[in-house]
């Protein structure tokens, strides 16, 4: 399906269609990350993609098919809990920021598109949706952290699966039970799932090296599926303090937090990480990731790491700062 063992990850934020055109071009298999674009911005970002390559890829998104009703009063807990922090960057506060939901016209913007492949994540899109991405000729991958998820993706009758282990940077795929739980190593689930379903296995989760994309492949996993060892790419739209926490590495002190959206992801350590640990006041997803994205930009223009998401896998100090083509040809080696 992919016609290759490496696979650039769906990275949201540091993922661009210049990164995922390069990663095609050099005998990879790139996804493009659209799970916060706007419809209007998964066309311009395949238009692009398609200017630069003439290789299949894939697009990716959430599976997000409703707010879950708005909490008011939590709502304007988390926002109070994140005030002192906002004002310290200088951010107004007046108001409190509300996610909006574009599943629906997400889905449509992929389905005109037609890439190779649709992967997705945090759930299963309906039976409906899967049909019409099935009539449309669009192969699929869900996302497992578990066996039993795996199992619920094969029912629903996906083409392949990606199998997310622990070590995974970004969000947790997790949509049965807690994430926490679903926290299982890349080197326990990968043949677990192997074992248990017949369609193939994508790997994710640790993998930045030659040694490790032969040990998925090892355990069974059709492919490698990479998202930290090109979070460094010099197509990566990765930002400067990001660049330079991921470069500056003293050991792979990563954590999982609910911190930035209400959901578990796992990230380098910062101050913002730190304090919100305990925190309680932490809205659900989307909402608590509305109430932290202005946060996350003025950290990012005011070069301060301590307020970004610094999303990393538990490989990170494995990342290198060099073209996708070179990342690939030593994932190669
Ligand atoms: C910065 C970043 C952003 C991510 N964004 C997404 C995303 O938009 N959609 C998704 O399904 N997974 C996302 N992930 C998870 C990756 O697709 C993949 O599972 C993970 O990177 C693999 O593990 P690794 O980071 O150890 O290579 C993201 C990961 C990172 C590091």
New binding site residues.
Partial sequence: MFGTPIIL???????TPELTAAVCDAGGFGFL?S?YSAPEKIHADVARIRSLTKKPFGI?L?VQPELPPADDAMLERAHERLRPYLRELGIDTSEIARPTNVYAAQIEAVIEEKPAVF???FGIPSVDILARFRKAGIATMG?ATTVEEARALEEAGVDCI?A?GA?????R?TFIGDAREGAVGTMSLVPLVVDVVKIPVIA?????DARSVRAVLALGAVAA?????F?RAHEAGTSAPYRERLANASSSDTVLTKAFSGRYARGIANRFTREMEHESNIAPTPYQNALTTELRKVSAQQGNREFLSL?????FPMAREASAAEIIAQLRA
């Fill in positions: 990850a769906p990275i949201a934020g540091p993922g990350a799970p990716n959430f992967s997705f994540t996302t990606c997310q070590e995974a940077g970004g969000h795929g994710a989760g640790g993998i930045a599926s990479i998202g930290t060892a979070l999303w990393a896998g538990q490989s």
